[in-house]
C-alpha cells in the first residue's frame, strides 16, 4: 500500500487493493480459509514458537504460554548434553545413510518397474501386476510390524521355524542380532513404497505423446533405443524433481518403518535409531523434555535448510514442481 | 487401421517379454505372501502353532481366532468402533477443511491467493518437532483425553490441499464461477451448488486419502492416549503385539514360559484382529486404487 501510494497511484486504486476493500468485498472466501488458518495455527505455527522450549529448562507453570516464558534459560544447555550422548553421532548417521539409500533404490526401482511395466505385451497382466505391487502401500506400518513379526519372531517364525529348521541351522533371535536390520529395514521400505512410486512415474510415461514412439519406430529405432532416447529423457525431470525433494527431507526418517518394525528392541538400537524415533523415547519413555526438545530442534533447523536449498534448485530446473 | 498394427509390432521381444513378467510374478508373491502367512496364522490351531511355527498351510485348521473375536473381543470391537468413528468423522471433517481452504487459492482473482498458499506451505518447511507439538495438545487445547485427539491434528493437509487446487484448476472453468456471480450467487452457494458437484472425483480422491490416513493412524493413539477408551484398532494391535514381547523378555525372571503362554491372548487371536484391520482396506481397493492413482496423476505432473 505504501509503495502504491508513493508512486502516486490513485487514491481509489489503492483503496480497491486494501486488505480491508478485500475483506469486506471477499469474506466468503476469507471465511472459507478461516478453519484451516485455525487448525494450522493451532497444530503447526504455535508448536514453532515452542522451539525455545530447546533453550529452556521447561517445567509446567498452568498454561502453555506461562510455561514457556516462565521457565529458566539455559542457553545452549540441552543441546551440550545432547552432543556428548553417542547417540547424537548414531542417530545422524543412520537417518542419513538409510535415506541415502532409500532415494538411490526409490529412484532406480520404480523407474525401472515403470518402463517395464508400460512394455508388457499383456495390458491386463500389466494392470494386475501394478495392483498387487500397490497394495503394501495401503497397509498400516503396525500391520506390516505384524506381518515382520510373523516372518522373524524367535519362537514360532516363519524363518526360524520352516526355513532355517528344515536346513538345520539353529534359529536366529532376529530382535536382538543388529546385522540384519539394515537389510530387514530398506526390504520393508521399497515393499511399502515401491508401488506408490511406480504409480507416479507410470502416471509421467502414460502422458508421453505415443507420436514419438510412432516416428522413432519408423526411422527403425529398437525398444531399447525408445527407451533410452525417450521414455527416459522425458522422465528425466520428474525423476531430478522427486530425488531431489526426498534430499530435502534427508533428515526426517519414517517413524513408522523404524519404531514399528523393529518393534523398539533395545538391542539394535544403534542400527535402527534414527532422529525421530530417539525423540519419541526420549520424550514419552525416558520423560526427557530437555533431550528431546535439543534433537528434534536440531533436525527441525538442518531439515529446513536442506528442504529450502533442495527446493530452490527444484525452482531453477522447473518452477511449476517447486514447493514454494 | 495401419497405425495399429504398427503398434502391435512396436513391442519388445518374446524373451524380454518372459522375464519380465517372470520378474512381476516374484514381485506380486513377494507383495501377497507375508499377507497370506498373516491369514493362514489365523485361522491355524493354537497347538499346531506351537508345534510347527507359523506357516501358510495351516496344519490344523481352527476358527478358534474368529470365535473368539466375535464373542469375547470387547475390547477390540470398541477399538474397532473408535476407529470407524475417527475415520467416518475425521474425513468429513478434513474434507471440509482441505476443500474451503484450497478453493479461494484456486481463484486468480483472488489477491491474497499467494499469502495463503504460503501460511500452508511453510508448514511443510519447518516445523516445531515432536516436544512443542505434544506440549501444545497437552497442556494448551484440552482434548488429549477425549476422542478428537485422534482427529484435529489432521484435518488440514498442505498436500492434499495442494491437490484439490490442481483439481479446482483442471476442472472448474473460471467462466461458470463468473457467470454465477453474474446471476446473482454469493460465492457459498457458488462453491457447494456448483464447485462441488463439478469436482467430484477430487472429493473422492481427497476422501479417500484422509479415509486410509486415519484408518491406519497409529501415532496419534502412540503419542497421546492413554486411557484405553480411545484405542483405536491399529493402537490396540500394537500394545497386543507389545504385551507378548515384554511378557517373554521378563520370563527368564520368575515363570515359566509355558505358563506365560497360556494367559497370552492367542497367537491365532492376535493375527485374525490384524486381518479385520486390514479387511476394509482390502475390499475397497478398487476405489482405493482407482482415486489414488487419479491423486497421485496430478501431484505428479502439478505438485
Not at chain 1, 504455535?46 to 509446567?60: D, L, N, Q, T
Not at chain 2, 512381476?24 to 502367512?37: D, E, H, Q, S, T
Not at chain 2, 495442494?162 to 472453468?173: E, Q
Request: charged share 10%; hydrophobic share 50%.
Amino acid at each position: 500500500m505504501d509503495s502504491a501510494t508513493a508512486l502516486g497511484t490513485p487514491a481509489v486504486k489503492k483503496k480497491k487493493n486494501g486488505l480491508l476493500y478485500q475483506l469486506r468485498t471477499n469474506w466468503p472466501l476469507f471465511a472459507m480459509l478461516t478453519p484451516g488458518v485455525i487448525i494450522l495455527i493451532i497444530n503447526n505455527y504455535i508448536p514453532m514458537f515452542g522451539i525455545i522450549i530447546a533453550f529452556k529448562r521447561y517445567r509446567f507453570f498452568g498454561s502453555f504460554f506461562e510455561s514457556l516464558i516462565q521457565s529458566d534459560w539455559i542457553g545452549l544447555k540441552n543441546f551440550e548434553f545432547f552432543t556428548k550422548t553417542p547417540y547424537a553421532f548414531q542417530m545422524t548417521r543412520n537417518t542419513l545413510l538409510y535415506n541415502a539409500v532409500f532415494i538411490v533404490l526409490g529412484l532406480i526401482i520404480p523407474v525401472f518397474f515403470a518402463i517395464a511395466l508400460n512394455e508388457i505385451r499383456s495390458k491386463r497382466l500389466s494392470k494386475l501386476y501394478q495392483s498387487f505391487i500397490f497394495l503394501p502401500y495401503f497397509l498400516s506400518w503396525i500391520v506390516v510390524s505384524y506381518l515382520a513379526y510373523s516372518l522373524f519372531s524367535i519362537e514360532s517364525g516363519f524363518i526360524n521355524k520352516n526355513i532355517l529348521a528344515p536346513l538345520g541351522i539353529a534359529p536366529v533371535e532376529w530382535y536382538s542380532e543388529s546385522v540384519y536390520w539394515p537389510f530387514i529395514l530398506v526390504f520393508f521400505q521399497l515393499w511399502k513404497y515401491t508401488g506408490y512410486n511406480v504409480v507416479v512415474y507410470l502416471a509421467a510415461i502414460s502422458g508421453i505423446d505415443p507420436e514419438y514412439y510412432e516416428a522413432a519406430e519408423i526411422d527403425g529405432a529398437t525398444k531399447w533405443q525408445q527407451i533410452r532416447l525417450i521414455t527416459i529423457p522425458l522422465l528425466q525431470n520428474l525423476m531430478i524433481i522427486l530425488t531431489l525433494l526426498a534430499v530435502g527431507r534427508i533428515f526426517n526418517a519414517d517413524f513408522g518403518l523404524f519404531y514399528n518394525v523393529p518393534r523398539n528392541s533395545g538391542s539394535i538400537s544403534s542400527v535402527t535409531m534414527v532422529i525421530d524415533t530417539y525423540v519419541y523415547n526420549a520424550l514419552r519413555n525416558t520423560n526427557n523434555i530437555g533431550m528431546a526438545s535439543a534433537a528434534g530442534t536440531y533436525q527441525a533447523v538442518i531439515g529446513c535448510i536442506t528442504v529450502f536449498t533442495a527446493n530452490l534448485i527444484v525452482r531453477k530446473i522447473d518452477k511449476e514442481s517447486a514447493l514454494f | 487401421m495401419s497405425s495399429i498394427d504398427q503398434k502391435k509390432q512396436n513391442e519388445i521381444g518374446f524373451v524380454s517379454n518372459l522375464l519380465l513378467n517372470f520378474m512381476f510374478l516374484v514381485c506380486v508373491v513377494l507383495c501377497v505372501a507375508p499377507l497370506l502367512l498373516v491369514i493362514a496364522i489365523s485361522v491355524t490351531d493354537e497347538k499346531a502353532i506351537r508345534d510347527n511355527g507359523y506357516s501358510f498351510i495351516p496344519a490344523v485348521f481352527s476358527s478358534k481366532g474368529y470365535d473368539y473375536l466375535l464373542t469375547a473381543g470387547d475390547a477390540i470391537w470398541h477399538a474397532y468402533g473408535v476407529s470407524i468413528f475417527v475415520t467416518v468423522v475425521g474425513t468429513i471433517l478434513s474434507l471440509f477443511v482441505i476443500c474451503m481452504y484450497a478453493y479461494p487459492l484456486s481463484r486468480s482473482n483472488f489477491k491474497y491467493k499467494n499469502q495463503f498458499a504460503f501460511f500452508a506451505f511453510f508448514t511443510m518447511i519447518f516445523g516445531g518437532g515432536l516436544v512443542p507439538w505434544y506440549i501444545v495438545y497437552t497442556q494448551m487445547v484440552p482434548i488429549k483425553n477425549t476422542i478428537w485427539i485422534l482427529i484435529v491434528p489432521y484435518l488440514m493437509n498442505t498436500w492434499f490441499m495442494m491437490i484439490m487446487r490442481t483439481f479446482y484448476k483442471t476442472t472448474v472453468p473460471e467462466s461458470i464461477i463468473e457467470s454465477a456471480r453474474i446471476d446473482g450467487a454469493g460465492e457459498f452457494r457458488t462453491f457447494f451448488i456448483i464447485v462441488l458437484p463439478l469436482c467430484k472425483a477430487g472429493l473422492a480422491t481427497i476422501g479417500l486419502f484422509c479415509t486410509l490416513n486415519y484408518w491406519n493412524d497409529y501415532y496419534l493413539p502412540l503419542v497421546f492416549v492413554s486411557d484405553s477408551k480411545n484405542y483405536n484398532i491399529q493402537y490396540l494391535m500394537y500394545q497386543t503385539l507389545n504385551m507378548v514381547q515384554n511378557l517373554l523378555s521378563s520370563s527368564n525372571q520368575a515363570m515359566n514360559v509355558n505358563e506365560i503362554l497360556a494367559n497370552l491372548p492367542s497367537e491365532s487371536v492376535r493375527m485374525a484382529i490384524a486381518v479385520i484391520s486390514v479387511g476394509p482396506i482390502v475390499l475397497a481397493y478398487p476405489f482405493f486404487q482407482k482415486y489414488f492413482i487419479k491423486g497421485l496423476t496430478i501431484g505428479a505432473v502439478k505438485g
